[in-house]
């Protein structure tokens, strides 16, 4: 049918601008007509040819997506919260399924498939395929993950997904590189310049499964960027693997040999790396080895897990599970607090008031996102159901503690790479909080689901973290006694390497606090000035 309908487009293209003649009155006549369908046969089999390579290409990549669907279909929570898919999901639906519906196009102008505006689909933004790169490229920097093997699917040691295509690690290198993250682009691209070498020389390798010519004009604009910015080693694999798919591309450029200096309007310039100068900072190396769980095995014999009777007399009968992780300042988990019945409830109630997190603005500022918090959030009220009116009761009696004064409890989820880096809780401007009821004097961080790994809360000055298990709570005092800002309680939320995270968050004032816990004699607040600067 194709073949009848372009022969037919032909024809008439043809018949458009030929005089009748009366071919059999001579030979020279048929030859003519030869000649024409000696033409005809050639433009159909180029059309037959370009056919046959677009339905080979959207086959493979047809096949390809059924297959994941077909792994996403067994378990997929399990799928969704790998960072490789989620990155390929995104990838697919953002580039992939445009370049599909173009090859679709080409067969046919009376064919129509245009995706993106039918059936109402959602698709994600250009912002949201970065943000999935960036997550790529935070776990491998935060967990010191082998690129070799987060394209393959695995993420310290276990392999949870299918590999990433040669395409895949070079799109991303390409988002890296329109990012201006250098170094990270130059790993990407090397690993799918790799991986395009062994697809190549497989045996069983279509010819036409090579970068089609968009691709290489991408990989050919990336190679003399490179090179520009002083990236030779990569520019010159890279326009090799160009020229070695399209040889004739080597009248049009030359990079040069492989070495040589760049040109004089360069000024040697070599690769920057893409980072603030918080990420380049001790602190922030620290953080990144408590995350991995680098952190000094002394064993603290002071710290113990026990039974709590708390501040209620109930709790004599039904005692907390109590474990210490540090004394000063005060931080424990308090264990199987909230079981998953109630968390269900309180993910049900979150999720259709989820919004993107942001930051601390200045007083009288709007919020902003950033990347230095990526995750959704919802506020909800306590008294909106009795379960959260319960959260507020086991605090109290677990610490004691008046909650009359606490924020809206805040439900967050942190997705694949979702993290939140060093912070303190409380505010160091008192403009930012009411007069009347104080600063965040203790935060609580309800536990409401375990994270297979990754997505761990990290106190980098005491040199631990704390995993998230399903029901548990996390408690630590902000403030001194006195009242003062504690600065050895900066913590994180460490990446979500491979899960879901969620978390509730309970933030209580200093205001009534005063028999509860009351201050010292003298002031205490000196031990952790050092800690205020970042170092």
Known sequence: MWGHLLLLGVVSCLGQGSLAADYFSSITGLEELLQTEQYLTRELRSKVNGIRTSLQFLEGKLASIEEEHSVAAADSENYLTNPVNVYRLMKRLHSDWSLMEGRVQQLSEDMSFNASREYGLSFP???????????????????????????????????????????DCFELGQQLFEMEDYNNTRVWLREAMERLRRHSSHAHSPPTSGPDTVTLNKMEATAKSLFQLGDFDTAYELSQRVLQFDPKRIRNWHLGDKGAAPSEDTDGVYLPKHSDSYSLSQEFAKYERVCRGEVNPTLRKELRCRFSRGHHPYRILAPLKLEEHNLDPYVVTFHDVLSPKKIAHLREMAVPRMQRSTVNPLPGGQNKKSAFRVSKNAWLEYKAHPTMEGMLQDLKDATGLDTTYCEQLQVANYGVGGHYEPHWDFFRDPDHYPAEEGNRIATAIFYLSDVEQGGATAFPFLDFAVKPQLGNVLFWYNLHRSLDMDYRTKHAGCPVLKGSKWIGNVWIHEVTQTFARPCDVFRDHEVSLEYEIIK
């Open 125 to 167: 933004s250009q912002e949201d395929v970065e943000g999935a790169a960036l997550a790529l490229v935070r776990l491998q920097s935060t967990y010191k993950l082998d690129v070799a093997q987060v394209a393959a699917g695995i993420l310290n040691g276990v392999k949870y997904g299918s590999d990433m295509s040669w395409q």
